[in-house]
Protein backbone atom coordinates (compact mmCIF):
# COMPACT_ATOMS: atom_id res chain seq x y z
CA UNK A 1 0.00 0.00 0.00
CA UNK A 2 2.67 2.13 1.07
CA UNK A 3 4.53 1.71 -2.68
CA UNK A 4 0.91 2.67 -3.97
CA UNK A 5 1.79 5.90 -2.80
CA UNK A 6 4.73 6.65 -4.58
CA UNK A 7 3.47 6.31 -8.08
CA UNK A 8 2.44 10.10 -8.04
CA UNK A 9 5.95 10.36 -7.47
CA UNK A 10 7.11 8.29 -10.38
CA UNK A 11 4.77 10.19 -12.41
CA UNK A 12 6.09 13.42 -11.49
CA UNK A 13 9.60 12.36 -12.47
CA UNK A 14 8.25 11.00 -15.90
CA UNK A 15 6.40 14.81 -16.30
CA UNK A 16 10.10 15.86 -15.61
CA UNK A 17 11.62 13.62 -17.86
CA UNK A 18 9.29 14.50 -20.37
CA UNK A 19 9.66 18.65 -19.92
CA UNK A 20 13.48 19.08 -19.01
CA UNK A 21 15.31 17.26 -21.09
CA UNK A 22 14.57 19.15 -23.43
CA UNK A 23 16.04 22.27 -21.85
CA UNK A 24 19.72 20.11 -21.90
CA UNK A 25 19.68 18.56 -25.41
CA UNK A 26 17.03 20.10 -27.51
CA UNK A 27 19.41 22.53 -28.85
CA UNK A 28 21.75 19.63 -29.73
CA UNK A 29 19.30 17.23 -31.11
CA UNK A 30 17.37 20.18 -33.13
CA UNK A 31 20.47 21.30 -34.83
CA UNK A 32 21.05 17.40 -35.93
CA UNK A 33 24.52 17.40 -33.49
CA UNK A 34 23.19 14.57 -32.10
CA UNK A 35 20.13 12.12 -32.26
CA UNK A 36 17.73 11.99 -30.21
CA UNK A 37 18.46 8.77 -29.19
CA UNK A 38 22.05 9.09 -28.18
CA UNK A 39 20.69 12.02 -26.18
CA UNK A 40 18.11 10.10 -24.46
CA UNK A 41 21.09 7.71 -23.40
CA UNK A 42 23.47 10.41 -21.98
CA UNK A 43 20.60 12.16 -19.93
CA UNK A 44 19.57 8.81 -18.51
CA UNK A 45 23.20 8.06 -17.49
CA UNK A 46 23.83 11.00 -16.30
CA UNK A 47 20.55 12.58 -14.47
CA UNK A 48 20.31 9.38 -12.39
CA UNK A 49 23.96 9.67 -11.41
CA UNK A 50 23.02 13.70 -10.25
CA UNK A 51 19.81 12.15 -8.60
CA UNK A 52 21.67 9.71 -6.46
CA UNK A 53 24.81 11.23 -5.51
CA UNK A 54 24.03 15.03 -5.07
CA UNK A 55 20.69 15.42 -5.18
CA UNK A 56 20.06 15.92 -1.24
CA UNK A 57 21.29 19.65 -1.18
CA UNK A 58 18.56 21.01 -3.02
CA UNK A 59 15.67 18.46 -1.11
CA UNK A 60 16.49 20.06 2.12
CA UNK A 61 15.68 23.70 1.44
CA UNK A 62 12.41 22.05 -0.68
CA UNK A 63 11.43 20.45 2.74
CA UNK A 64 11.97 23.29 4.81
CA UNK A 65 9.16 25.13 2.50
CA UNK A 66 6.87 22.75 3.90
CA UNK A 67 7.02 19.51 5.15
CA UNK A 68 4.51 17.28 4.28
CA UNK A 69 4.17 14.32 6.96
CA UNK A 70 1.64 11.63 5.75
CA UNK A 71 2.13 9.72 2.86
CA UNK A 72 -1.42 10.62 1.42
CA UNK A 73 -0.61 14.24 1.35
CA UNK A 74 3.04 13.77 -0.20
CA UNK A 75 1.08 11.37 -2.80
CA UNK A 76 -1.38 14.55 -3.35
CA UNK A 77 0.97 17.23 -3.65
CA UNK A 78 3.14 15.17 -6.28
CA UNK A 79 0.23 14.17 -8.29
CA UNK A 80 -1.35 17.94 -8.21
CA UNK A 81 2.36 18.68 -9.43
CA UNK A 82 2.72 16.12 -12.45
CA UNK A 83 -0.90 17.13 -13.62
CA UNK A 84 0.09 20.85 -14.03
CA UNK A 85 2.98 19.76 -15.71
CA UNK A 86 1.05 17.12 -18.19
CA UNK A 87 -1.29 19.53 -19.11
CA UNK A 88 1.30 22.23 -20.24
CA UNK A 89 3.88 19.85 -21.61
CA UNK A 90 1.08 18.62 -24.15
CA UNK A 91 0.99 22.11 -25.42
CA UNK A 92 4.60 21.65 -26.53
CA UNK A 93 5.67 24.70 -23.58
CA UNK A 94 8.69 24.06 -21.50
CA UNK A 95 7.40 24.59 -18.12
CA UNK A 96 9.29 24.98 -14.82
CA UNK A 97 9.17 21.94 -12.31
CA UNK A 98 10.41 23.74 -9.62
CA UNK A 99 7.62 26.19 -9.45
CA UNK A 100 4.68 23.47 -9.86
CA UNK A 101 6.48 21.55 -6.86
CA UNK A 102 6.27 24.60 -5.03
CA UNK A 103 2.79 25.61 -5.81
CA UNK A 104 1.59 21.87 -4.71
CA UNK A 105 3.49 22.39 -1.65
CA UNK A 106 2.04 25.83 -0.55
CA UNK A 107 -1.57 24.17 -1.58
CA UNK A 108 -0.70 21.61 1.44
CA UNK A 109 0.14 24.40 3.69
CA UNK A 110 -3.42 26.27 3.23
CA UNK A 111 -5.10 22.75 3.44
CA UNK A 112 -3.73 21.76 6.60
CA UNK A 113 -3.58 24.88 8.06
CA UNK A 114 0.24 25.20 8.19
CA UNK A 115 2.26 27.92 7.86
CA UNK A 116 4.38 28.57 4.57
CA UNK A 117 8.32 29.02 5.53
CA UNK A 118 8.30 32.89 3.44
CA UNK A 119 11.86 33.05 4.06
CA UNK A 120 12.56 29.16 2.31
CA UNK A 121 10.08 30.50 -0.48
CA UNK A 122 11.94 34.01 -0.84
CA UNK A 123 15.28 32.04 -1.11
CA UNK A 124 13.53 29.72 -3.89
CA UNK A 125 11.71 32.64 -5.61
CA UNK A 126 14.41 34.69 -5.96
CA UNK A 127 17.04 31.92 -7.04
CA UNK A 128 14.89 31.49 -10.42
CA UNK A 129 15.82 35.01 -10.97
CA UNK A 130 18.77 34.82 -10.44
CA UNK A 131 19.30 31.59 -12.74
CA UNK A 132 17.93 33.40 -15.38
CA UNK A 133 19.70 36.36 -15.12
CA UNK A 134 23.15 34.19 -14.52
CA UNK A 135 22.67 31.93 -17.40
CA UNK A 136 22.13 35.08 -19.64
CA UNK A 137 25.16 37.08 -18.43
CA UNK A 138 27.23 33.75 -18.63
CA UNK A 139 26.07 32.33 -21.76
CA UNK A 140 26.52 35.64 -23.93
CA UNK A 141 30.35 36.22 -22.25
CA UNK A 142 30.70 32.78 -23.28
CA UNK A 143 29.32 33.49 -26.65
CA UNK A 144 31.45 36.48 -27.19
CA UNK A 145 34.64 34.65 -26.05
CA UNK A 146 33.95 32.01 -28.31
CA UNK A 147 33.39 34.01 -31.11
CA UNK A 148 36.67 36.08 -31.17
CA UNK A 149 38.69 32.03 -30.68
CA UNK A 150 36.64 31.16 -33.40
CA UNK A 151 37.42 34.41 -36.34
CA UNK A 152 41.31 33.39 -34.76
CA UNK A 153 41.19 30.18 -35.52
CA UNK A 154 41.84 28.37 -38.81
CA UNK A 155 40.38 25.13 -37.72
CA UNK A 156 39.00 23.32 -40.57
CA UNK A 157 34.64 22.97 -40.49
CA UNK A 158 34.58 19.47 -40.74
CA UNK A 159 37.37 19.09 -37.55
CA UNK A 160 35.53 22.59 -35.68
CA UNK A 161 32.19 20.37 -36.38
CA UNK A 162 33.39 17.31 -35.03
CA UNK A 163 34.82 19.18 -31.75
CA UNK A 164 31.56 20.98 -31.22
CA UNK A 165 29.90 17.58 -31.55
CA UNK A 166 32.41 16.27 -28.94
CA UNK A 167 31.59 19.62 -26.55
CA UNK A 168 28.03 18.67 -26.97
CA UNK A 169 27.97 14.98 -25.97
CA UNK A 170 30.86 16.13 -22.58
CA UNK A 171 28.92 19.26 -21.33
CA UNK A 172 25.35 17.36 -22.03
CA UNK A 173 26.50 14.70 -19.93
CA UNK A 174 27.79 17.56 -17.10
CA UNK A 175 24.15 19.23 -17.39
CA UNK A 176 22.41 16.01 -17.49
CA UNK A 177 23.90 15.10 -13.63
CA UNK A 178 23.17 18.83 -12.49
CA UNK A 179 19.83 18.50 -13.77
CA UNK A 180 19.39 15.12 -11.64
CA UNK A 181 21.33 16.29 -9.06
CA UNK A 182 19.04 20.00 -8.78
CA UNK A 183 15.75 18.77 -9.52
CA UNK A 184 15.12 15.21 -8.19
CA UNK A 185 14.16 17.55 -5.17
CA UNK A 186 11.45 18.20 -7.05
CA UNK A 187 10.31 14.84 -8.25
CA UNK A 188 10.60 12.98 -4.54
CA UNK A 189 10.89 16.13 -2.23
CA UNK A 190 8.11 15.72 -0.62
CA UNK A 191 8.45 11.84 -0.36
CA UNK A 192 11.87 12.24 2.14
CA UNK A 193 10.26 13.03 5.72
CA UNK A 194 7.94 9.91 5.10
CA UNK A 195 10.14 7.46 3.19
CA UNK A 196 9.03 3.99 3.38
CA UNK A 197 12.51 2.16 2.45
CA UNK A 198 15.53 1.72 5.18
CA UNK A 199 18.89 1.98 5.24
CA UNK A 200 20.90 -1.00 4.02
CA UNK A 201 24.24 -1.85 3.18
CA UNK A 202 25.61 -2.85 -0.47
CA UNK A 203 27.99 -5.54 0.47
CA UNK A 204 29.95 -3.42 3.14
CA UNK A 205 31.10 -1.61 0.16
CA UNK A 206 28.08 1.42 0.26
CA UNK A 207 25.66 2.38 2.32
CA UNK A 208 22.51 3.38 0.29
CA UNK A 209 19.95 5.40 2.37
CA UNK A 210 16.27 5.60 2.55
CA UNK A 211 16.70 8.72 0.66
CA UNK A 212 18.57 7.57 -2.07
CA UNK A 213 16.57 4.78 -2.81
CA UNK A 214 14.07 7.22 -2.95
CA UNK A 215 15.93 9.32 -5.28
CA UNK A 216 16.75 5.61 -7.41
CA UNK A 217 13.35 5.38 -8.03
CA UNK A 218 12.79 9.19 -8.87
CA UNK A 219 15.47 8.77 -11.44
CA UNK A 220 14.07 5.76 -12.97
CA UNK A 221 10.78 7.58 -13.33
CA UNK A 222 12.74 10.27 -15.11
CA UNK A 223 14.31 7.88 -17.63
CA UNK A 224 10.93 6.93 -18.78
CA UNK A 225 9.94 10.01 -19.23
CA UNK A 226 12.70 11.38 -21.45
CA UNK A 227 12.37 8.04 -23.46
CA UNK A 228 8.79 8.81 -24.47
CA UNK A 229 7.42 11.84 -24.65
CA UNK A 230 10.84 14.43 -24.34
CA UNK A 231 10.97 14.85 -27.81
CA UNK A 232 8.29 17.68 -28.80
CA UNK A 233 9.60 19.87 -25.83
CA UNK A 234 12.79 19.71 -27.18
CA UNK A 235 11.99 21.09 -30.15
CA UNK A 236 10.21 24.47 -28.30
CA UNK A 237 13.88 24.90 -26.74
CA UNK A 238 15.76 24.55 -29.89
CA UNK A 239 13.96 25.96 -32.84
CA UNK A 240 10.97 28.12 -31.97
CA UNK A 241 12.42 30.15 -29.73
CA UNK A 242 15.43 31.04 -31.19
CA UNK A 243 17.10 29.23 -33.79
CA UNK A 244 20.57 28.02 -32.64
CA UNK A 245 23.72 27.15 -34.40
CA UNK A 246 25.51 23.99 -33.27
CA UNK A 247 28.23 26.70 -31.86
CA UNK A 248 25.85 28.08 -30.04
CA UNK A 249 23.90 25.67 -29.21
CA UNK A 250 26.93 24.55 -27.02
CA UNK A 251 26.73 27.64 -25.93
CA UNK A 252 23.67 27.93 -24.03
CA UNK A 253 24.16 24.24 -22.83
CA UNK A 254 27.81 24.86 -21.12
CA UNK A 255 25.74 28.32 -19.61
CA UNK A 256 22.99 26.13 -18.27
CA UNK A 257 25.14 23.15 -16.91
CA UNK A 258 27.24 25.84 -15.19
CA UNK A 259 24.08 27.59 -13.36
CA UNK A 260 22.39 24.23 -12.44
CA UNK A 261 25.64 22.46 -10.70
CA UNK A 262 26.03 26.05 -9.09
CA UNK A 263 23.21 25.72 -6.64
CA UNK A 264 22.86 21.62 -6.47
CA UNK A 265 26.57 20.98 -5.56
CA UNK A 266 27.26 20.09 -2.07
CA UNK A 267 30.13 19.47 -2.84
CA UNK A 268 30.88 23.27 -3.79
CA UNK A 269 29.03 24.50 -1.14
CA UNK A 270 31.32 22.87 1.66
CA UNK A 271 34.38 24.26 -0.25
CA UNK A 272 33.21 28.13 -0.34
CA UNK A 273 32.08 27.31 2.75
CA UNK A 274 35.55 25.82 4.17
CA UNK A 275 37.16 29.00 2.51
CA UNK A 276 35.38 31.39 4.39
CA UNK A 277 33.21 32.69 1.01
CA UNK A 278 30.06 33.23 0.56
CA UNK A 279 28.04 30.29 -0.31
CA UNK A 280 25.39 29.70 -3.46
CA UNK A 281 22.02 28.31 -1.99
CA UNK A 282 21.18 24.97 -2.39
CA UNK A 283 17.85 25.02 -4.07
CA UNK A 284 15.85 23.50 -6.95
CA UNK A 285 16.31 26.20 -9.71
CA UNK A 286 14.51 25.81 -12.89
CA UNK A 287 15.98 24.22 -16.01
CA UNK A 288 13.68 25.68 -18.10
CA UNK A 289 13.97 29.15 -16.87
CA UNK A 290 17.70 28.86 -16.73
CA UNK A 291 18.01 27.17 -20.84
CA UNK A 292 15.45 30.28 -21.26
CA UNK A 293 17.72 32.43 -19.86
CA UNK A 294 20.88 31.32 -21.71
CA UNK A 295 19.05 31.38 -24.79
CA UNK A 296 17.46 34.85 -24.78
CA UNK A 297 21.51 35.54 -23.67
CA UNK A 298 22.81 34.74 -26.73
CA UNK A 299 20.40 36.29 -28.88
CA UNK A 300 21.15 39.57 -27.25
CA UNK A 301 24.38 39.12 -27.91
CA UNK A 302 23.69 38.70 -31.70
CA UNK A 303 21.31 41.81 -31.17
CA UNK A 304 18.32 40.49 -30.39
CA UNK A 305 16.48 40.81 -33.72
CA UNK A 306 15.81 37.09 -34.36
CA UNK A 307 14.45 35.88 -30.76
CA UNK A 308 10.68 35.18 -31.21
CA UNK A 309 9.33 37.18 -28.37
CA UNK A 310 5.59 35.81 -28.80
CA UNK A 311 7.05 32.00 -28.16
CA UNK A 312 8.99 33.71 -25.12
CA UNK A 313 6.18 35.35 -23.96
CA UNK A 314 3.90 32.04 -23.85
CA UNK A 315 6.79 30.16 -21.63
CA UNK A 316 6.84 33.24 -19.53
CA UNK A 317 3.09 33.03 -19.04
CA UNK A 318 3.48 29.48 -18.26
CA UNK A 319 6.11 30.32 -15.19
CA UNK A 320 3.10 32.57 -13.78
CA UNK A 321 0.24 30.71 -14.63
CA UNK A 322 2.10 26.68 -13.69
CA UNK A 323 2.48 27.46 -9.79
CA UNK A 324 -1.27 28.96 -9.22
CA UNK A 325 -2.45 26.02 -11.41
CA UNK A 326 -0.39 23.69 -9.19
CA UNK A 327 -1.90 25.24 -6.04
CA UNK A 328 -5.64 25.28 -6.78
CA UNK A 329 -5.25 21.27 -7.98
CA UNK A 330 -3.17 20.36 -4.87
CA UNK A 331 -6.10 22.28 -2.23
CA UNK A 332 -9.45 20.54 -4.46
CA UNK A 333 -7.20 17.36 -4.72
CA UNK A 334 -6.05 16.88 -0.80
CA UNK A 335 -10.13 17.62 0.38
CA UNK A 336 -11.35 14.52 -2.49
CA UNK A 337 -8.39 12.51 -0.89
CA UNK A 338 -9.28 13.18 2.22
CA UNK A 339 -12.99 13.61 2.05
CA UNK A 340 -14.16 10.99 -0.16
CA UNK A 341 -11.20 8.46 -0.65
CA UNK A 342 -10.84 8.82 3.94
CA UNK A 343 -6.74 8.67 3.10
CA UNK A 344 -5.03 10.55 6.09
CA UNK A 345 -3.22 13.57 4.08
CA UNK A 346 -1.47 15.36 7.09
CA UNK A 347 -0.89 14.47 10.51
CA UNK A 348 -3.68 16.07 13.12
CA UNK A 349 -1.34 18.22 15.27
CA UNK A 350 -3.01 20.58 18.08
CA UNK A 351 -1.49 23.44 20.51
CA UNK A 352 -1.94 24.16 23.86
CA UNK A 353 -1.21 26.98 26.77
CA UNK A 354 -0.84 25.17 29.85
CA UNK A 355 1.17 25.75 32.94
CA UNK A 356 4.19 23.87 31.12
CA UNK A 357 3.91 25.71 28.10
CA UNK A 358 3.69 29.18 29.31
CA UNK A 359 6.67 28.20 32.01
CA UNK A 360 8.79 27.70 28.78
CA UNK A 361 7.66 30.92 27.14
CA UNK A 362 8.48 32.74 29.87
CA UNK A 363 12.20 30.95 30.32
CA UNK A 364 12.80 31.68 26.26
CA UNK A 365 12.62 35.79 27.25
CA UNK A 366 8.62 36.33 26.47
CA UNK A 367 6.61 38.60 27.99
CA UNK A 368 3.35 36.14 28.89
CA UNK A 369 0.92 39.05 29.68
CA UNK A 370 0.35 39.13 26.54
CA UNK A 371 -0.65 35.43 26.49
CA UNK A 372 -3.37 36.36 29.21
CA UNK A 373 -6.29 35.29 27.07
CA UNK A 374 -4.67 32.20 25.75
CA UNK A 375 -3.97 30.84 28.95
CA UNK A 376 -5.75 27.32 28.87
CA UNK A 377 -6.59 27.30 25.63
CA UNK A 378 -6.18 24.26 22.71
CA UNK A 379 -5.30 25.43 19.04
CA UNK A 380 -6.08 22.57 16.22
CA UNK A 381 -3.60 24.30 13.55
CA UNK A 382 -0.87 26.55 13.59
CA UNK A 383 -2.68 28.91 11.28
CA UNK A 384 -5.19 29.18 13.66
CA UNK A 385 -2.84 29.86 16.40
CA UNK A 386 -0.97 32.47 14.45
CA UNK A 387 -3.77 34.43 13.47
CA UNK A 388 -4.76 34.43 17.16
CA UNK A 389 -1.43 35.65 18.21
CA UNK A 390 -0.83 38.08 16.04
CA UNK A 391 -4.19 39.89 16.56
CA UNK A 392 -3.60 39.96 20.17
CA UNK A 393 0.39 40.54 21.07
CA UNK A 394 2.98 42.64 19.79
CA UNK A 395 5.25 39.55 19.16
CA UNK A 396 7.27 39.71 15.55
CA UNK A 397 6.71 36.71 13.36
CA UNK A 398 9.95 34.72 14.84
CA UNK A 399 8.91 35.40 17.97
CA UNK A 400 5.38 34.16 17.11
CA UNK A 401 6.92 30.65 15.53
CA UNK A 402 8.98 30.08 18.36
CA UNK A 403 5.55 30.25 20.35
CA UNK A 404 4.17 28.17 18.15
CA UNK A 405 6.55 25.32 18.28
CA UNK A 406 6.51 25.53 22.01
CA UNK A 407 2.84 25.04 21.95
CA UNK A 408 2.94 22.09 19.56
CA UNK A 409 1.69 18.80 21.33
CA UNK A 410 4.05 16.29 19.43
CA UNK A 411 4.02 13.07 22.27
CA UNK A 412 6.92 10.62 21.32
CA UNK A 413 8.66 7.79 22.82
CA UNK A 414 12.28 7.12 22.43
CA UNK A 415 13.02 3.86 20.58
CA UNK A 416 16.54 3.31 19.96
CA UNK A 417 15.83 -0.20 18.32
CA UNK A 418 13.06 1.38 15.82
CA UNK A 419 16.06 3.78 14.32
CA UNK A 420 18.47 0.31 13.99
CA UNK A 421 15.80 -1.71 12.10
CA UNK A 422 15.30 1.40 9.64
CA UNK A 423 19.13 1.77 9.81
CA UNK A 424 18.99 5.25 10.47
CA UNK A 425 21.34 4.71 13.31
CA UNK A 426 24.43 5.50 11.00
CA UNK A 427 23.19 9.08 10.30
CA UNK A 428 24.39 10.02 14.02
CA UNK A 429 27.77 10.34 15.33
CA UNK A 430 29.03 7.79 18.20
CA UNK A 431 28.80 10.44 20.94
CA UNK A 432 24.97 10.95 19.66
CA UNK A 433 23.70 7.70 19.22
CA UNK A 434 24.82 6.74 22.33
CA UNK A 435 23.19 10.29 24.81
CA UNK A 436 20.08 8.65 22.15
CA UNK A 437 20.33 5.30 23.97
CA UNK A 438 21.10 6.57 27.32
CA UNK A 439 17.17 8.16 26.93
CA UNK A 440 15.61 5.06 25.16
CA UNK A 441 11.91 4.88 25.90
CA UNK A 442 11.57 8.13 28.08
CA UNK A 443 8.17 9.52 26.64
CA UNK A 444 7.98 13.32 25.66
CA UNK A 445 5.12 15.26 25.19
CA UNK A 446 6.54 18.33 23.22
CA UNK A 447 9.43 18.27 20.43
CA UNK A 448 11.69 21.27 22.59
CA UNK A 449 11.74 18.47 25.35
CA UNK A 450 13.37 16.03 23.71
CA UNK A 451 15.69 19.03 22.04
CA UNK A 452 16.30 20.22 25.59
CA UNK A 453 17.54 16.97 27.13
CA UNK A 454 19.63 16.01 24.25
CA UNK A 455 21.30 19.20 24.72
CA UNK A 456 22.53 18.38 27.97
CA UNK A 457 25.37 16.74 26.06
CA UNK A 458 27.96 19.13 24.01
CA UNK A 459 27.18 16.65 20.91
CA UNK A 460 23.79 18.09 20.73
CA UNK A 461 23.92 21.44 21.57
CA UNK A 462 23.28 24.01 18.76
CA UNK A 463 25.39 26.87 18.09
CA UNK A 464 24.06 30.18 19.83
CA UNK A 465 26.33 32.55 18.66
CA UNK A 466 26.43 32.77 15.21
CA UNK A 467 29.88 33.57 13.43
CA UNK A 468 29.28 32.78 9.71
CA UNK A 469 27.89 29.82 7.26
CA UNK A 470 29.89 27.55 9.30
CA UNK A 471 27.70 27.64 12.26
CA UNK A 472 24.27 28.00 9.87
CA UNK A 473 25.48 24.92 8.79
CA UNK A 474 26.35 22.93 11.84
CA UNK A 475 23.00 23.85 13.06
CA UNK A 476 20.58 23.03 10.31
CA UNK A 477 22.34 19.58 10.59
CA UNK A 478 21.72 19.01 13.53
CA UNK A 479 18.07 20.33 13.49
CA UNK A 480 17.54 17.76 10.22
CA UNK A 481 19.22 15.02 12.93
CA UNK A 482 16.31 16.20 14.86
CA UNK A 483 13.28 15.75 12.63
CA UNK A 484 14.66 12.24 12.17
CA UNK A 485 13.90 11.67 15.69
CA UNK A 486 10.71 13.59 15.44
CA UNK A 487 9.01 11.84 12.81
CA UNK A 488 10.41 8.26 14.05
CA UNK A 489 9.39 8.52 17.89
CA UNK A 490 5.98 9.96 16.98
CA UNK A 491 2.97 8.54 18.63
CA UNK A 492 -0.40 9.28 16.72
CA UNK A 493 -2.50 7.09 19.16
CA UNK A 494 -0.90 9.56 21.93
CA UNK A 495 -1.96 12.64 20.30
CA UNK A 496 -5.52 12.04 19.86
Not at 12 to 23: F, M
Not at 131 to 155: C, E, P, Q, W
Request: net charge positive; glycine share 8%; with cysteine.
Amino acid sequence: MIFIYLLSGLFLGWSLGANDTGNIFGAAVETRMLKFKSAALIAAIFIALGAILEGSGPSGTLGRLGSVDALGGAFTVALAAAITITVIVRIGIPVSTSQTIVGAIIGWNYFSGRLTDYRSLLTIASSWVIAFVLSAVIAATLFYAFRGKINRSKTHLLEQDFYTRMGLVLVGAFGAYSLGANNIANVVGVFVPVTPFKDFSLGGLYELDGVQQLYILGAISIVVGIYTYSHKVMRTVGKDLFKLSPITALIALLAEAIVLFLFASRGLYNLLLSLGLPTIPLVPVSSTQVIVGAVVGIGLAKGGKNIRYNILGKISLAWVAAPVIAFMISFVALYIIQNVFEQTVKQNISFIFDRQTITRIEHNGFDSKYLSTDNGRTFSSERELYNELKTNSRFTRPELLDIIYTTEIYPMKVNTTLLQEKGLNKRFTEEQWEVLQNLNDKEFRHKWQLATELAKDNCWKPRRMIAGEADKNYNRTLSAKLDILYRSFYREKAAK
